[in-house]
């Protein structure tokens, strides 16, 4: 079984702020995690991957996620939050074993001030 | 590559008709996901298919119903609409571990 949870419905910074989104998952097998951003009316775009290389993952847009497998957490951050940033932010958690169907987690809203 | 593609993008049906959606995956990708998402459920999983197969199947009524055809491109039906299936429904194609999305399709049942 596995399970994401994600910190927070919704997160606000200003513009230029550091972005912390938090993840926190469950697996019973080596997990693979990811991080995917929604706007509004448009499906999911993958912004990064983890699939057990290196611990540190870049993906799109300036984003960056680490995986603590002590902590259980694949917490993503970009030091510096643009307008363009505000979104809806899913992380989610799949089983190298088997189907891959990811677990989602219910989102973060990042609401961004100017 | 071409991303997913989804017909239609917007679709307003009444209570009782039935809807179909379609999907088209990547290129090459061999797998097809459906979800529904919802304000109040967020995303939830509704089928896999793989190589015209139904492989994975999430815990929704039997009104929901899809197929996959040879060239990998899915259809996915829901008949006696209810008010409750007013939804973005999301199609994703994967090769292996990391899945794609479509843009989806907004459903509004009246």
């Known amino acids: 079984a596995q399970s994401v949870t994600q910190l927070g419905s919704h997160v606000s910074v200003s513009e230029g702020a550091l972005v912390l989104l938090r993840c926190n998952y469950s697996?019973?097998?080596?997990?693979?995690l990811f991080w995917y951003v929604q706007y509004p009316n448009q499906g999911l775009q993958l912004l990064l991957k983890?699939?057990?290389?290196?611990?540190l993952v870049k993906g799109i847009n300036g984003f960056e996620a680490e995986f603590k497998k002590s902590e259980t957490s694949f917490h993503l951050t970009k030091p510096s939050a643009h307008m363009s940033d505000a979104a809806e932010y899913f992380c989610?958690?799949?089983?190298?074993?088997?189907?891959?169907?990811?677990?989602f987690g219910r989102g973060t809203s990042l609401i961004v001030h100017p | 590559k071409a991303g997913v593609t989804q017909t239609p993008r917007y679709l307003i049906k009444t209570r009782g008709q039935q809807v179909t959606l379609s999907c088209s995956p990547i290129?090459?990708?061999?797998?097809v996901s459906w979800y529904q998402q919802t304000p109040g459920q967020g995303l939830q999983f509704l089928f896999e298919?793989?190589?015209?197969?139904?492989?994975n199947k999430g815990n929704f009524p039997g009104r929901f119903s899809g197929r996959q055809f040879s060239n990998s491109r899915s259809e996915m039906n829901v008949s006696t609409l209810e008010l409750g299936d007013s939804a973005l429904y999301l199609c994703?194609?994967?090769?292996?571990?990391?899945?794609?999305f479509g843009p989806g399709t907004r459903l509004l049942v009246l």
């Open positions: 697996s019973s097998v080596p997990p693979y």
């Open positions: 994703a194609s994967s090769l292996a571990e990391t899945q794609y």
């Open positions: 290129s090459g990708h061999r797998s």
């Open positions: 298919y793989f190589s015209e197969t139904q492989r």
């Open positions: 989610a958690v799949s089983s190298s074993g088997g189907s891959y169907i990811p677990t």
């Open positions: 983890y699939t057990s290389a290196a611990t």
